[in-house]
Every structure is written in C-alpha cells, then in structure tokens.
C-alpha cells in the first residue's frame, strides 16, 4: 500500500529552522518526483518544492524561494524540507506526494511560526 507519513513539524519562532521528512512506502520510490505542499485552513492548498527523480533538479514557490530547501535520499525512500528563516505565514499544515502517483496523502505535520 502506497503511504505517506510525514514528521518534524512544531512550533517555532519567526527566523527559526526546522527540517520536515517524509517516509515514503509502498512504490518504488527512486522512479518518481516528489513534491511538499501546504495548506491553511480556508485556502486553496499550496505547492512549496518539487524535487526530480535522481535529486538533480528542484523548483520552489516564490513564497519560499531562497529558505527552504528539498531533498531525497533514495536509498532510505526518504524526501526532506529544511525549512529556514520561518516567517509566521509559513505556519500550515504540510504533506509530501509523488504528483503522477494520484490520490495518496499521509496524514501530514503542522507547523507553527509564532512569538
């Protein structure tokens, strides 16, 4: 069964850091490009990162362009967002997918940025 289950979110402070992951089950996992999105309560849900196959291209959304960044570990079936300079607008809740591999969301982690 294909399945999601990201971690690492909370609560932190504007300019802080943290580091999302995303453990990835169920598919053969080097053999797709894997995407973080956010969402807020009352908002259309946002794509954050996309990150090719192999690791060797990635593409972010304006909003978060020069902060956070995506990575994979194919070995470990594992896709990371380090996530720098939180800002409070950031706070959402974020989920991982492989975008051709439709229909499947783990249950995502809430991030909080605020004083």
């Known amino acids: 069964q294909v399945q999601f289950v990201e971690s690492g979110g909370g609560l932190v402070q504007p300019g802080g850091s943290l580091r999302l992951s995303c453990a990835a089950s169920g598919f053969t996992f080097r053999r797709y490009n894997m995407n973080w999105h956010r969402q807020v309560p009352g908002k259309e849900r946002e794509l954050v990162a996309t990150i090719t196959t192999g690791g060797g291209s990635s593409n972010y959304a304006d909003s978060v362009k020069g902060r956070f960044t995506i990575s994979r570990d194919n070995a470990k079936n594992m896709v990371y967002l380090q996530m720098n300079s939180l800002k409070p607008e950031d706070t959402a809740v974020y989920y991982c997918?492989?975008?051709?591999?439709?229909?499947?969301w783990g249950q995502g982690t809430q991030v909080t940025v605020s004083s």
């Open positions: 997918n492989a975008p051709t591999l439709r229909g499947y």
